[in-house]
């Protein structure tokens, strides 16, 4: 929500003359303040509402289709908790437009909802995070197993284990982002111009001490929420890459190569989007209600590619994966496709299990990069 990230400052709802209570009184800490308020009307009031309404839309629509019963896998689940994340990001960055929207029209309610929400915002902002981040890390492991240890995958990747990984991690991470709950406190202040009383946030006592007890957590959560997340994605991918491209040449059912590829393309897109955040979290993340106007513009931004990444994967499930668009037809659209099988239709790679005479159906189990047979766990994709 508008560079909710861990010392992000209040000062981006901030656009009443009120005092400030966190921010730094050094003339130069106003320096770019014309630069980072055009960085907040781009991002708060133009990108967030095209990226995060139809964001919205496309992970509810993809938890409808993935709840289809032929849907429901182990890759399914994982996708299923993303969005669900994914979707508690898109309601908390359309909160920020709302409060930067209101902002221009009835000042004084916004500044209320800022002072309020603000706190708990900075938590569902860490929180939202970093389960997006382990998820997504939980998709490459899987995919890691299924492309470069195909005969460990039949006991390893099943639905109940997905759902089971998913829930911890939603879990764990929120119990790690929960201290960030309590890092902010509203306050009322007198704004010096209009001699009334308004609403602010300021640190608490706690993290007013900057002792290393929150420094330490501090790196804990941006290490947790983008840089160990970031590491882990780039390894397993290239793992992945590295398995597939030196079976090219083996004849592999087209459908699994889309999945693996599609796989492979949720992962760089995270990747990409949470980088710079990382950068800026790691290198900048100290002190950022004191840091000067030029710091929190580039946030602007750096938090608008989280909200992409959040918004992106419906779109990728639909170009990459043709039984996501067959069953979001036959949902949404009422479309049924006509389906025929006959034996010259048959890959050659896979195996006949069975020959009903009377109907011709046929059962296949496709062989992995490695002449394993393989469990047909993509076949909900």
Known sequence: MGSYAEDYSYE??????????????DP???????F???????????????????????????????????????????????AVS??????????????????????????????????YAHFIFNMSGCV???????????RYILVCHAPKARTMCNRSRAILTSSLVFVVMTGVALPSLWRYRTITVLDTDTNRTVFDIKLTDLWEKKDKLTMYYTWVMNFFRCNIPCVVLVIMNTCIITAVWKTRANKRSNSRQKITFMMIIVILVFTICITP????????????????????????????LLALNAAVN??????????????FNETFCGRRPYKRQTKENVDPFYRRLSDQSN????????LNFNGWIEPDLDKEI
């Open 12 to 25: 981006s709802f901030n656009l009443l003359n009120i005092t400030e209570t966190m921010g730094n009184g």
């Open 28 to 34: 130069a800490h106003h320096e770019h303040e014309e």
């Open 36 to 82: 980072y308020m055009m960085c907040q009307f781009i991002t708060g009031l133009i990108l967030y509402p095209i990226i995060c309404f139809p964001g919205l839309i496309g992970n509810i629509l993809t938890l409808v289709v993935l709840s289809k019963t032929n849907m429901r896998n182990s890759t399914n689940a994982f996708l299923s908790a993303l």
């Open 86 to 119: 994914d979707s508690i990001k898109m309601l908390n960055d359309i909160l920020y437009f709302s409060v930067i929207l209101m902002l221009k029209t009835d000042p004084e309610t916004a500044n209320k909802l800022f002072g309020y929400i603000y706190p």
């Open 132 to 142: 997006s981040a382990w998820l997504t890390v939980s998709v490459a492991v899987e």
């Open 277 to 304: 955040d990382a950068i800026m979290s790691t290198f900048l993340g100290f002190g950022y209600g004191e840091e000067d106007y030029l710091v929190k513009g580039i946030r602007e931004f750096t938090d608008t």
């Open 314 to 327: 419906f779109v990728i499930y639909c170009v990459f994966s043709h039984k996501f668009r067959q069953n």
């Open 359 to 366: 109907n011709n159906v046929y059962a296949f189990i496709p």
